[in-house]
């Protein structure tokens, strides 16, 4: 070990140069030690014989180049359309090109170029969002849950909020509204019961210290059976003659009428604000297809107050997403060729019979990848929305079902080499088969998926 070279001499080495021109002093310094680190560990097992200056230098190109990016791209075939864990939505390209111009130049985020003064971010998509929710106004924060936040927050700190226990939901990664009413310095004040609230219930609740009215839309579940809730439109009515704000959160919010999709009729942002809401919020990276963010509409003087808090800065938009947003609500603009343009629309909207069309076409191509192990099928399945969308509503789909000819654990290493590959390809095992489903694999990237399958042999 005492023939292994210093790091200062590897580093000064004229091999060493390439590397620090690429990956800079700081990195370069730490492969190196890692490559020494390799060889220590060799010669101790009293294998192997000191290595060569080029080797070390080489051992060192390894450990810069082999870290891929911990976020990178992969096939999601789970069935999930919107997976909260694989980044929900997939922008449109004129979303990806605005965001991306918004990157390269300087933009006018908060620059009123008519005036030649400071401007108002909320400006860029404001007038889009009046036209398509019908709404008097409109602000955009960084996601949904921040927009309730900020709606309950600014009306009911320090006050009653009143809301039915059938809809006091939990969400992905413990959000739970009631954690959030607390945040926001709200005072919760339950009414009804799980299954069963009435308009009485609300009613008998205000008093002079209520700030505010919830109605919070369950996305992601459904009480069935012996029920009752009542309307936004008939507590919007209460509410006003009360004096007192709506809030409608309406989670997974939409723009357009998703039965025209093939899936089930839903309250769309413009009849929720029709129903007379003074305050709507909706996500941007759900069913209206674009990026994480938070929309709340409503009233002219509810908005106003809203952009008067303090934390509504700690939640705003950068120019990026700002763009992209933009971008992506000019789309809906034209609804004739929304579905062409919107990822989310067009996986949605995909026939089972084209997707079954898909899968022959590459189930031989992926079965010759995967060798006589295991057997590759094409078969019915169904898909599912995701992120709390539409949660009983499912979609007729195929796909590939890989079944291993020897034992269960064959079938569990395949699907972790398949996560392991430079483009991860995650699917889900159910019933005894590998399992993915092709609806968010484009017909665009069939060639790339079967080159990125074949690599993992």
Do not use: W
Not at 182 to 197: D, F, I, L, P
């Amino acid at each position: 070990m005492r023939h292994l070279p210093a790091v200062a001499a590897v580093l000064a080495a004229a091999q060493t140069a390439p590397l620090l021109q690429v990956h800079g002093r700081a990195a370069t310094t730490g492969a190196i030690r890692s490559a020494l680190a390799d060889a220590r560990a060799e010669l101790g097992a009293g294998s192997g014989a000191v290595p060569s200056m080029d080797a070390l230098i080489e051992s060192a190109r390894a450990h810069l180049e082999n870290q891929p990016a911990r976020l990178r791209p992969l096939f999601n075939l789970t069935g999930t359309v919107l997976h909260t864990n694989l980044g929900r939505a997939l922008l449109a390209e004129a979303a990806i090109e605005a965001a991306t111009e918004a990157m390269r130049h300087p933009v006018a985020l908060e620059y009123d170029l008519d005036e030649g003064g400071r401007g108002e971010r909320d400006d860029h998509v404001r007038e889009l969002l009046r036209a398509l929710t019908g709404a008097e106004d409109a602000t955009i924060v960084n996601n949904n849950a921040a927009a309730v936040l900020l709606c309950l927050n600014t009306f009911a700190l320090g006050r009653g909020a009143i809301v039915s226990r059938g809809e006091l939901i939990e969400i992905g990664g413990a959000f739970r509204m009631p954690d959030i009413m607390a945040r926001a310095g709200a005072e919760m004040r339950e009414v009804g019961t799980t299954n069963r609230t009435h308009l009485t219930d609300y009613r008998n609740a205000i008093d002079e210290r209520t700030g505010l009215i919830l109605k919070v839309h369950t996305s992601n579940y459904r009480i069935q059976g012996f029920t009752a809730e009542v309307s936004a439109r008939d507590l919007a009515a209460m509410a006003g003659a009360a004096g007192i704000p709506l809030l409608n959160d309406l989670g997974s919010g939409s723009l357009v009428d998703l039965s025209a999709y093939g899936l089930a009729r839903e309250a769309t942002v413009r009849q929720a604000v029709d129903e007379g809401a003074h305050l709507v919020t909706f996500s941007g990276d759900k069913l209206l297809g674009g990026p994480q963010a938070g929309f709340i509409v409503g009233s002219r003087d509810a908005i106003a107050a809203i952009n008067q808090n303090p934390l509504k800065r700690a939640l705003r938009v950068d120019k990026i997403r700002l763009a992209a947003i933009e971008a992506t609500l000019r789309l809906y603009r034209d609804p004739d060729r929304l579905a062409e343009r919107l990822p989310t629309l067009r996986f949605l909207a995909r026939s089972q019979d084209a997707i079954a069309a898909q899968g022959a076409r590459l189930r031989d191509p992926v079965a010759a990848c995967l060798g006589d192990d295991f057997q590759v099928d094409v078969g019915p399945c169904h898909s599912q929305v995701g992120s709390g969308a539409l949660p009983l509503d499912t979609l007729p789909s195929a796909a590939l079902q890989v079944r291993a000819k020897g034992s269960q654990r064959s079938l569990e290493d395949l699907s972790a080499a398949l996560r392991a590959l430079p483009r991860p390809v995650i699917g889900r095992i159910t019933d005894g088969a590998l399992q993915f489903d092709l609806r968010c694999l484009a017909e665009t990237d069939e060639a790339l998926f079967l080159a990125n399958f074949a690599g993992r042999a």
